[in-house]
């Protein structure tokens, strides 16, 4: 386009002289681009029948708007990313139907799904709470955990909070998918009943109860194929038949107990602080800084679970989200 111009006769007319606020040569410091840096700009001094060089400040001017052009761009990127980070599918829900006994715990796998774990019953809903499978399970399923397209059961065939030798401990693996056993894994380790687990960077942690005069609980160390890794020792005095439920959300350890208790714990679990929180139903880190925290229920004897979300709180370690307030009836 711009050689066909020229060879009709038909050069564009000279441009006028830019204004002297503009017209001011811009230090060498400042300068963005030399001329053969900026193409663009050449082509159009070249169009307009002048050199380029003519116009250094307008040239700067024009780079600095295409720098803050993509400056724009890029903190819009990253805001997006920012938002889709904080994004969840999973808020409060209550779980469909009513079970023959109570919530011991569940997991999501991140994405559409929550695994509840009703002591004799698997069920698999998804992040609304709508039932997709159900599977009877043998007593005692405890809490659960998610990992690589499967759930991972805590279970205690034996008794609990007892002296060793007296429980019978497995870690029951289903499908994610439709909730099929896979299989099972002795973990004889957790002396006083298997009753909790989750999961750290491809290791398996269990939980589970504690006999009357303990001052400490225990958390057992497995890899990837359940060959037992090591006990730790949490310094945290006395806690009502142990842990139930266990958490792991990147940076620190969550326990829930009965009584009302909770234990937060480095990654290491050296350190360990006590709080006024409940969430020995289950607990579920969502990625975002927040967590499901579980509840349970009754109607007729028959139990009902539900998860609410919960974030950090320096006084009690965990609190519930204010949920907002229904309008009023017109």
Request: charged share 20%; glycine share 10%.
């Amino acid at each position: 386009m711009v050689a066909s111009h020229a060879a009709a006769g038909n050069a564009l007319p000279k441009l006028p002289q830019p204004p002297t606020f503009l017209a001011r040569p811009t230090p060498l410091n400042y300068r963005l681009m030399s001329n053969e840096d900026t193409p663009m700009f050449n082509v159009f001094s070249q169009r307009a029948g002048q050199s380029s060089k003519g116009f250094p400040a307008l040239r700067t001017c024009c780079a600095y708007l295409a720098c803050g052009t993509l400056l724009v761009a890029l903190a819009a990127s990253q805001a997006q990313a920012g938002d889709a980070k904080e994004a969840s599918p999973f808020g409060p829900a209550k779980c469909e139907g009513d079970y023959r006994h109570h919530l011991q715990g569940f997991c999501t796998n991140h994405r559409d799904a929550i695994y509840w774990s009703f002591t004799t019953a698997m069920v698999k809903t998804d992040p609304q709470g709508k039932v997709l499978k159900v599977v009877e399970a043998v007593n005692h399923h405890g809490d659960a955990c998610y990992h690589d397209g499967k759930v991972y059961v805590a279970v205690n065939l034996g008794k609990f909070n007892r002296p060793a030798g007296q429980a019978n401990n497995f870690i029951y693996v289903y499908d994610a998918n439709d909730l099929t056993l896979l299989g099972k894994h002795p973990v004889p380790e957790v002396v006083h009943g298997a009753g909790g687990m989750a999961c750290r960077n491809g290791h398996f942690y269990v939980v589970g109860g504690l006999p009357e005069g303990f001052e400490e609980n225990y958390v057992y160390e497995y890899d990837d194929k359940f060959n037992f890794i090591k006990k730790h020792t949490l310094h945290s005095g006395y806690t009502l038949l142990g842990i139930q439920t266990a958490e792991f959300d990147g940076k620190n350890w969550w326990f829930g107990c009965y009584g009302g208790k909770l234990l937060k714990c480095d990654a290491e679990l050296k350190t360990v602080e006590k709080f006024d929180f409940n969430c020995s139903l289950g607990i579920a880190s969502l990625g975002n800084g927040k967590f499901l925290v579980a509840r349970g229920g009754k109607v007729e004897n028959r139990h009902l679970g539900s998860v609410l979300v919960a974030q950090p709180d320096d006084k009690t370690g965990l609190k519930l989200e204010e949920r907002p307030a229904k309008p009023a009836a017109e």
